[in-house]
């Protein structure tokens, strides 16, 4: 079984009243132990796709199939594809000012668990955990209390994705540049992070504009993303090629 | 401004009508003429025409201590004076009020329980007296609460007040007179009902006294909240504190106006008002009106006021992490209200404001 399986995807979103096609007959596969990337120009589609696989509002799928394990997403709630273990690392992580970060995380997970119909995570046992990861990301612990995302800087905001990510434990993490605006060291611990994550039942897809992300994070498929449409899969050597070349020879 | 309005002397012998006619006319010329533009004053006023007061309506713990005096106690008209005319319409309506007297340091806090339609209640604090005063409002049905603090000199009162019945039209009135050196702060949290209107009305008349209000209020489905606050500032170097948030679900209506007055003479005042107001949901009414009226150069004040609505983007950050909307709802209200809700009742503020999950 796949994890995420997506056959002719056509997404238009509507901006001051036009409608505007921006993802375009996206045809994509995901399989348990793999890990993806996706590069393409600014503006190609690739958060679009990362949205709509999220079913963040605002989107409206003009055709195609997305399936995660089997289920059709095309008209689930967001809650429900989170639930049903999905993550998105956004690539602009959002301000919650006054709602601490761990509140947050418990209730995501207290969430996650109850839709499974599983226990909630006893309090102490699950800051210990939080903590413990935290640590691995070199988060302070300080960062926990502070309102989610809320004055954090945007290297300290991407790690606190990740942060989120090892605490849920999806079955497919969507990572929208989590590398951009990462100094040397930080791009290591998140990438640590990505890797002490993937195991042989979940998938990872990387949506980046870098290919050093990938000497750290290995995938096994590079995709070039371009007005909507994959137009090009290959495996590393490809984005090595990307890095070299820019995008304009594949056109 | 009307001048030739008759304040006190024949009150007594008016007739109900008459009564409140004037009393409607007094409050306008104190307020400027700024009318009561969200309410009418005739709505809460008629509150006191045809209710059945009862002094067992008030009741108050901790009273043993040897520091408090409770009473009933014969105050006239006429020493209620010209500034309260809500207060004087009250009194004439119920002929006598609670009084409570407090002349030490209370330790534990007094609490004050309000049902049915209490008595007007005058709390005197005592020159150098401190005390924290617990009240929940909890009248069933239409009522009208009456407040009247006197504070001595370098006295402190920490008043928090909880008012969550959503049946009913309430009007719950504070007057608040501060001599020099005193400082009150109240912690305010209140939920909307069928209309629910909060005055509290602060002249701060000695210099160096301070008042802080901090209120959080949450309006739920076809209810209505209506604070109005306002803070005289008749003397020199007095500070004021306003900090008011609101929040109204899908049908509800608040109003929040909010008035610093500082006056001639009063030179070194520091006044600030900060104000927040949130739509969570659709058909929401909110109006609010943040107002600065100052007479001397040399004061220092700010007021703002913000009126937003729930953002989405922060609700799909949450529900992109498992959270159902109406939790993820609950969550962000209690964030917003988190600056206001305050003080030794904010547990069970938390647990009336915020909507279950
Ligand atoms: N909600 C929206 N309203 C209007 N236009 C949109 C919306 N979402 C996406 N678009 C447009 O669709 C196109 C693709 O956007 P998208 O964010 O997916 O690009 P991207 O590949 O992630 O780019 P970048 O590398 O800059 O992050 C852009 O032209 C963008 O302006
Ligand atoms: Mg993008």
């Not at chain 2, 020493?79 to 002349?103: T, V």
Request: glycine share 8%.
């Amino acid at each position: 079984m796949s994890l995420l399986s997506i056959d002719n995807l056509s997404v238009n979103v509507e901006t001051s009243g036009e409608e505007r096609t921006v993802l375009n007959g996206l045809k994509l596969q995901i399989n348990p132990g793999e890990v993806h990337a996706i590069m393409g120009p600014n503006g190609s589609g690739k958060s679009t796709l990362a949205h709509v696989v999220a079913r963040k509002p605002g989107y409206s799928i003009q055709s195609g199939v997305v399936l995660f394990k089997n289920q059709l997403l095309n008209e689930m709630e967001p809650e429900e594809v989170a639930q049903l273990g999905l993550f998105l690392g956004f690539q602009y992580p959002v301000e919650i000012p006054g709602v601490s970060n761990m509140e947050f995380l418990k209730a995501s997970s207290d969430s996650v668990n109850k839709a499974r119909s599983k226990e909630p995570e006893s309090t102490t046992d699950f800051m210990k955990r939080v903590r413990s990861i935290a640590s691995s990301l070199d988060l302070d612990q300080e960062f926990l209390k502070r309102g989610v995302n809320e004055g954090f800087s945007g290297g300290e905001k991407k790690r606190n994705e990740i942060l989120q990510m090892l605490v849920l434990k999806p079955d497919l993490a969507l990572l929208d540049e989590t590398d951009s605006g990462l100094d040397i060291d930080a791009l290591k611990t998140v990438s640590n992070g990505v890797n002490a994550f993937r195991d042989s039942s979940n998938g990872v897809l990387l949506i980046t504009h870098y290919q050093r992300l990938l000497d750290y994070v290995v995938p096994d498929f590079v995709h070039v993303l371009s007005e909507g449409r994959i137009i090009q899969s290959g495996d590393k050597s490809l984005a090595l090629e990307l890095e070299s070349k820019g995008y304009a020879w594949l056109k | 401004m009307s001048q030739n309005i008759d304040r006190s002397e024949s009150f007594m012998s008016l007739s109900d009508g008459e009564a409140m006619e004037n009393t409607s006319l007094i409050l306008a010329s104190a307020q400027q003429l700024e009318r009561w533009k969200y309410t009418k004053s005739s709505d809460v006023l008629e509150l006191f025409l045809d209710t059945n007061v009862g002094e067992e309506n008030t009741v108050i713990t901790n009273a043993e201590s040897s520091s408090i005096h409770v009473s009933d106690s014969g105050l006239k008209i006429e020493e209620i004076g010209r500034e309260s005319p809500i207060a004087a319409f009250g009194l004439r309506k119920f002929e006598k009020i609670n009084k409570i007297q407090i002349d030490g340091n209370l330790e534990e806090p007094v609490t004050l329980k309000q049902r049915g339609q209490p008595l007007p209640l005058l709390i005197e604090i005592n020159d150098n007296a401190s005390c924290q005063l617990h009240e929940f409002v909890d009248c069933e049905a239409d009522a009208a609460v009456m407040t009247w603090i006197k504070m001595g000199k370098n006295s402190s009162l920490v008043h928090s007040r909880n008012s969550f019945r959503e049946t009913g039209k309430h009007w719950q009135v504070t007057f608040n007179e501060l001599e020099s050196g005193a400082s009150y702060t109240m912690h305010n949290h209140v939920k909307g009902s069928e209309t629910k209107r909060q005055d509290i009305l602060i002249n701060l008349t000695g210099s160096e006294s301070n008042a802080k209000v901090i209120s959080a209020g949450t309006v739920n489905k076809d209810k209505k909240l209506d604070l109005q606050i306002i803070c005289d500032h008749s003397t020199p170097r007095t500070t004021s504190h306003q900090r008011i948030d609101h929040v109204a679900f899908e049908n509800g209506s608040t109003t929040f106006n909010g008035r610093i007055h500082i006056l001639e003479h009063a030179s070194g005042c520091n006044a600030q008002l900060k104000n927040r107001s949130l739509a969570m949901g659709s058909e929401t009414t909110i109006n609010a009106k943040p107002e600065l009226e100052i007479y001397n150069d040399d004061v220092q004040c700010s007021h703002g006021s913000t009126i937003g609505q729930i953002d989405e983007t922060q609700l799909f950050y949450m529900r992109s992490r498992g959270i159902e909307q109406k939790e993820a709802h609950a969550i962000l209200c209690e964030g917003f209200l988190r600056e206001t809700i305050s003080g030794p009742l904010s547990a069970s503020a938390t647990s009336n404001l915020i909507p279950e999950r």
